[in-house]
């Protein structure tokens, strides 16, 4: 369910005590220059491939198996082409998390591009400013947990987490 926080911004699964978009920002990017944490800035395809083969050795060595290390890899893949495609340039910050007992990976996608006029339809898949519209419905099907801000003119927040098998 994706909820109105103002009249342009959008948020799905937030906490009540997340107010602002602002607020969710900063809370999705706490932790994240934590030891261990890896961030590529998305601005080539070359950076593009850079995240992928960072996001698939930190899932490696948190014992994903080989098949959640290419799902990982294509997850991260989803989301800096989104970047590339829509903000020319953006960040990708990935690091070690957990969830009780099970190893868990943190991503956090941010650009300060256009923003997504229709969260909905791109969470659904039927529409899609440039592309096929897949992107970000698979990564939300292939994540364990799952959130988007976005505001118009302002740009997009992305963060899952995915955890071991």
Do not use: W
Request: a positive charge.
């Amino acid at each position: 369910m994706v909820t109105l926080m103002s009249p342009r911004a959008r948020t799905e699964d937030v906490s009540p005590r997340l107010r602002s978009a602002s607020a969710v920002r900063s809370h999705l990017t706490s932790g994240s220059r934590a030891s261990g944490s890896r961030r590529v800035s998305i601005d080539s395809d070359a950076a593009v491939g850079e995240a992928c083969t960072q996001g698939r050795r930190l899932a490696g060595t948190l014992g994903f198996s080989a098949y959640d290390q290419v799902v990982m890899a294509t997850m991260i893949s989803e989301l800096a082409r989104n970047i590339m495609h829509h903000a020319y340039h953006g960040q990708i910050t990935m690091r070690a998390g957990h969830s009780g007992n099970k190893p868990a990976i943190v991503v956090v996608a941010k650009d300060d591009g256009p923003g997504i006029r229709d969260v909905d339809g791109a969470l659904d898949g039927s529409t899609s400013f440039r592309g096929s519209g897949k992107g970000l419905p698979a990564v939300r099907r292939s994540a364990d947990r799952f959130r988007i801000i976005t505001e118009e003119g302002r740009g997009t927040v992305v963060s899952f987490a995915k955890l071991t098998a």
